[in-house]
């Protein structure tokens, strides 16, 4: 187990770590001093010198580090990133309940979940930390950023074990709601079963075909709104884009959709063309006190469109 961090979490992100390697430095090493290992283990857009001059790099007991430290081998090193300028993402999260164990939230479209690339600002985990005081706040299961509705959330990690084991054991009932084109000729409902692959690196996931079967999704027409259908999805599975790829399979792919069936160049703060899919209800039996848990969002279809942000977070 490292030590534990010297430096108190900024905007709900904990202090980035480094260690030294075991070994003691030998003549054929590049460095000699702390600031010229930090210079050679950081990426070079980091600006080593200047972060070493203004204290941001601590040792375990929390003393700031001098560029001409000695190295030292086995040493732990925090510091906080620098953050990239984000642009504001709008929409309100509800938070539909809470309790000592969860947060069940109805997410707006455009927002990620966690801080991760180019989005950490603009999180779930981040906003709701500092807004509900919560430094242990974490998400339970995956929700794309393009997709809204409902989100749960452990309030500590020592909770995170039978709520993702319940996820894991497909024992909590999840329902979607889609926005797409109504296709003549296809029966519904109807259930789809195939095997979608997404290697890492890559926008789009694709189906396999032949492969074992490891995505399923029951796909319904509940009606028609203004010449789309609303469609009903209940997932079996949690394929990362099951949803997305499914529908389009069908010829149905869901209104607003930047990657299927075509990939289109959307800018990051361009908010105007939400995707038309809504997690809208959960359903389990509490994994910890055996009660029937429901939840439903706030939000329904269709999503309004949202003018591109003209605020910068940083």
């Known amino acids: 187990m490292p030590p534990?961090?010297?430096l108190p979490a900024r905007h709900g992100l904990a202090a980035a770590r480094l260690r030294t390697p075991d070994r003691v430095?030998?003549?054929t090493d590049p460095w000699a001093t702390m600031g010229a290992w930090l210079r050679h283990r950081l990426p070079e857009h980091v600006d080593v010198t200047q972060m070493l001059a203004q204290g941001r790099f601590v040792d375990e007991d929390g003393r700031a580090l001098r560029d001409d430290d000695a190295y030292a081998p086995a040493r732990h090193v925090w510091f906080h990133r620098d953050l990239r300028d984000e642009p504001v993402v709008p929409g309100e999260i509800h938070v539909v309940h809470r309790d000592e164990r969860l947060v069940v939230v109805d997410k707006p479209p455009f927002l990620s979940t966690i801080p991760r690339g180019n989005h950490v600002m603009q999180s779930v985990v981040v906003r709701l930390r500092a807004a509900l005081d919560?430094?242990?706040l974490s998400p339970?299961?995956?929700l794309d950023r393009v997709t809204s509705?409902?989100?749960m959330l452990a309030t500590e990690q020592r909770w995170r074990g039978p709520y993702q084991t319940a996820f894991e054991r497909r024992a909590v009932d999840k329902t979607y709601r889609a926005l797409a084109p109504v296709r003549d000729g296809l029966e519904l409902p109807t259930v789809v079963r195939n095997h979608i692959r997404k290697e890492r690196?890559?926008?789009?996931?694709e189906v396999v075909p032949g492969a074992a079967v490891n995505a399923e999704t029951r796909v319904e027409l509940e009606r028609e709104v203004d010449g789309l259908g609303l469609y009903r999805l209940t997932p079996r599975t949690g394929r990362t884009h099951q949803l997305r790829v499914h529908l389009n399979g069908l010829g149905i792919p869901i209104v607003g959709d930047p990657l299927y069936?075509?990939?289109?160049?959307v800018p990051v703060d361009d908010f105007r063309h939400p995707l038309q899919l809504l997690a809208a209800e959960v359903a389990f039996t509490d994994p910890v006190d055996g009660r029937h848990r429901e939840f439903r969002c706030v939000r329904s279809l269709p999503l309004g469109e949202q003018p591109p942000s003209e605020q910068i977070q940083r």
């Not at 690196?201 to 996931?205: F, Q």
């Open 201 to 205: 690196g890559t926008l789009c996931a």
């Open 149 to 151: 509705g409902l989100l």
């Open 140 to 142: 339970l299961h995956r």
């Open 4 to 6: 534990r961090s010297p």
């Open 25 to 27: 430095r030998t003549v």
């Open 134 to 136: 919560l430094p242990e």
């Open 261 to 265: 069936p075509v990939v289109r160049d």
